[in-house]
């Protein structure tokens, strides 16, 4: 069973799952979120064939959000 997604605290860190980034950023659940990051929405980093990571601080500069407060 897949874990759900977490909504992440400021400040955010650096690299988080895509649902937990979808999830804070936009209130989206694990398939809007990763279809935001397919759009490039949501900036994200490869790792592995098949995962990704989201990239809070690129992804909060491109939406005006400040992610320290």
Not at 1 to 17: E, I, S, V
Not at 41 to 68: E, F, H, Q, S
Request: aromatic share 6%; glycine share 8%; hydrophobic share 40%.
């Amino acid at each position: 069973m897949r874990k759900k997604a977490q909504r992440l605290t400021k400040p955010y860190p650096a690299t988080a799952k895509v649902p937990d980034a979808g999830l804070t950023l936009f209130g989206a659940g694990p398939e809007k979120s990763y279809a935001l990051a397919r759009a490039k929405v949501i900036v994200t980093m490869k790792t592995g064939p098949r995962g990704m990571l989201a990239l809070m601080y690129p992804t909060c500069a491109k939406l005006g959000v400040d992610p320290n407060t």
